[in-house]
Structure formats: structure tokens, C-alpha cells
């Protein structure tokens, strides 16, 4: 019964604006993987115990959706007809573990230029590189960083093999986080690119072994009310937009959160409509989590999507190929 009622209130979460049962929908695989359990061990018993747990995961399917996917490779598109782009928190080049003379960097140049996306929104991207010969081959980008004294923030960029006809920053209240977007004009379309980097739960294993867990859930609820915040923010700018939109960014939350759903809205993931396994963008504590996105306006089709494991960064890169409509 407790697993079941924790697996409905992750249900319900994304619904609500509560920071403070917002860590649930964390553990929603873990849930949805021992509430199996349990309807088995009850099928064997024939008892009618398994009904709780059926019937909870049931409703979860229908309002969360699944967390793995059981997509096949397409490779009948043609890449003159699509369009590519990659979403990619480097950690500012820096290599997984922070080392300043690790050559993490110049890796994550050379998969860059190997993969070769149409378009690539970096978060923590490294403001070094903004003056260096590096990625020649996007000769349009809007990184948000000025030379001059530090202000804090993380730097996002986005570095484009089309046009950039405009860009614009959305400013997050009391954060060091952002969102940036351009406008790209794509043969006869002009198309919105948002890359998003939303408020990070600032939590590490080693913390939590020596942190007061109320403190420790203070700080999380916190992140997460931060979270709701600037997810409205870029919906409300999504609504404005003239044009399609497409997100990228790192979400620092799973799809079962409400910062995800506000950001989604209809739009289309690339991983639930073209993935296959269960999408790992990053480990914590050795549990795989999935917390970037690329979502694509309900128009566009979905071609392909692609989860890297090249480990230089903290996360994983990934990449959808998408058709935009002649019309």
C-alpha cells in the first residue's frame, strides 16, 4: 500500500504546483519496478491484492507515459530532407571530474565535428572557445557571455549551420541558470530554438551522507519550486512565439516532473518517439536518470533519436533528426 500510494501522488505531481512531494517523481521507475514486483508476488498468492497495484500502474502508464523506450532505428530519411540537433551539457569542457588539464575539451571539439548536427545547444558551455578556431563549420552562434568581469551565470550557446535572424535571453529570477533562444531561418521556415538549462538540485552522494535531512529536503524544495518557476517563464514565451519551437536543454528534473510537462505542453519528445532502451542522460549515485530533452513542435516528424556514451561530461549528449513539413 505505501508503494502504491507513493507511485499515485508521483502521478499526480506533474499536475500540481507542490514543491515539496515534487521528489517523488524522481523515484517514479523505482516505484513503477516494485509495484511489478508486488502484482506478481499477489498473481502467484491469487490474491486480490494484485488489483491495488494493477490498477496504480495502469493509471500511471495513462498519466505519466512510459520511461523506457521500444522504438526501431529509422534509416529510411534521407538527410537532405532533415534537420539535426544535439543538446549537450559539457560542464564546461572541464572533463567529468573538473580537471583543469584534462583533454575532455578538445574531445568533446573532435565528437562535435564527427557527429556533425545541423545545430548544437550547449549548457556550461566554456566561454573560451567562444574566440578560438573551434566548430568553424557553424559560422552562426549566440553564446550568452560578454568578455568582461564574470557575472556567475551558466553560459548556454547555441552554435547553427543556418541562419540566425534574431536571439534573445529569458532571465531567470535569483539564479545563475537561464534560457536563451534564436530564430533560424531553415530554407523557406523560420524556426525558435530554446536551449534551457533550469535550476540544479545541488546535490552530490557526498552530501547526503553528512547533510541534516531536513536541510537537505529544504534545499530540494527549493530547486524544485525554482524549477516551476522558470519552466512557466519559457512556456508563457513559448505561447508568444511566432514561430515552431523547439527546446533542448538540460531540465535537471526526470519527465515525470511538472517543470517538464509545463516546458512540453504538446510538444513532441524525440526520445518517447524515437528512442530505444531507457535513455540515460545521467548517473547519480550509480541510478541512471534521463533529464535532457529535445521536444519538437507536434508538426515536425521525428526521425531518429540518438543517446551517446562517450563520458566527458557529467551528461550525456543527445541527437534528433527531425522533417520539417514543405508547408
Not at 94 to 116: L, N
Request: with cysteine; hydrophobic share 40%.
Amino acid at each position: 500500500m505505501i508503494f502504491s500510494f507513493s507511485l499515485l501522488v508521483a502521478c499526480i505531481i506533474p499536475y500540481t504546483s507542490s514543491a515539496s512531494l515534487a521528489f517523488v517523481s524522481l523515484a517514479v521507475p523505482l516505484l513503477v519496478i516494485l509495484n511489478i514486483l508486488f502484482f506478481l508476488y499477489w498473481l502467484v498468492r491469487k490474491k486480490y491484492y494484485l488489483l491495488l497495484s494493477l490498477s496504480i500502474l495502469i493509471y500511471g502508464y495513462f498519466s505519466l507515459g512510459t520511461f523506457f523506450g521500444f522504438n526501431s532505428v529509422n534509416k529510411s530519411y534521407s538527410n537532405k530532407n532533415s534537420l539535426s540537433i544535439m543538446s549537450f551539457n559539457s560542464l564546461g569542457f572541464q572533463g567529468k571530474k573538473h580537471e583543469w588539464e584534462s583533454t575532455a575539451g578538445d574531445t568533446i571539439v573532435k565528437f562535435i565535428q564527427e557527429e556533425s548536427p545541423d545545430i548544437v545547444c550547449f549548457q556550461e558551455f566554456d566561454n573560451k572557445k567562444i574566440r578560438s578556431k573551434y566548430f568553424e563549420e557553424y559560422p552562426f552562434k549566440y553564446v550568452d557571455f560578454e568578455f568582461g568581469p564574470y557575472n556567475g551565470r551558466v553560459i548556454q550557446a547555441i552554435y547553427s549551420k543556418y541562419k540566425i535572424l534574431d536571439n534573445g535571453i529569458l532571465e531567470f529570477p535569483e539564479s545563475s541558470n537561464s534560457a536563451i533562444f534564436v530564430d533560424v531561418k531553415y530554407e523557406t521556415d523560420i524556426l525558435r530554438i530554446y536551449n534551457l538549462h533550469l535550476e540544479s538540485l545541488n546535490i552530490r552522494p557526498s552530501s547526503i551522507k553528512k547533510e541534516r535531512s531536513d536541510k537537505l529536503f529544504g534545499r530540494l524544495r527549493n530547486s524544485f519550486a525554482k524549477q516551476q518557476e522558470q519552466s512557466t517563464i519559457v512556456r508563457e514565451h513559448m505561447n508568444n512565439s511566432p514561430y515552431r519551437n523547439i527546446v533542448c536543454g538540460d531540465f535537471n528534473n526526470t519527465q515525470f516532473s511538472n517543470s517538464y510537462f509545463t516546458v512540453r505542453g504538446d510538444l513532441k519528445d524525440s526520445f518517447l518517439e524515437r528512442g530505444k532502451g531507457y535513455g540515460k542522460t545521467i548517473n547519480f549515485w550509480k541510478f541512471p536518470f534521463r533529464i535532457d530533452f529535445i521536444l519538437v513542435d507536434p508538426v515536425f516528424e521525428i526521425l531518429s533519436h540518438k543517446n551517446y556514451d562517450i563520458n566527458l561530461s557529467d551528461h550525456e549528449p543527445i541527437m534528433a533528426t527531425i522533417k520539417i513539413p514543405s508547408e
